[in-house]
């Protein structure tokens, strides 16, 4: 059984921030998905300080796969 939609418009999402792990509303947020800008700013010098890292997998590039790529 769905919810009529303007119930739905009265439901507010609450996700955990990824830095603080507290609650906080996603509607109506500037600071999404964080709950502050204090936060935000934690988590981006953290991406400044390479604390985070996209894995890559090893052994892509060889001499010898450059030589015949060219």
Excluded: K
Aim: glycine fraction near 4%; aromatic fraction near 8%.
């Amino acid at each position: 059984m769905s919810t009529p939609l303007h119930q739905q418009q009265n439901l507010r999402t609450m996700i955990q921030c990824p830095t603080c792990q507290q609650p906080t509303l996603w509607q109506d947020n500037p600071h999404r998905p964080f709950c502050s800008d204090r936060c935000r700013l934690l988590d981006l010098g953290c991406w400044a300080d390479e604390e985070y890292r996209v894995p890559a997998e090893d052994g892509g590039i060889t001499p010898e796969s450059l030589e015949n790529f060219e």
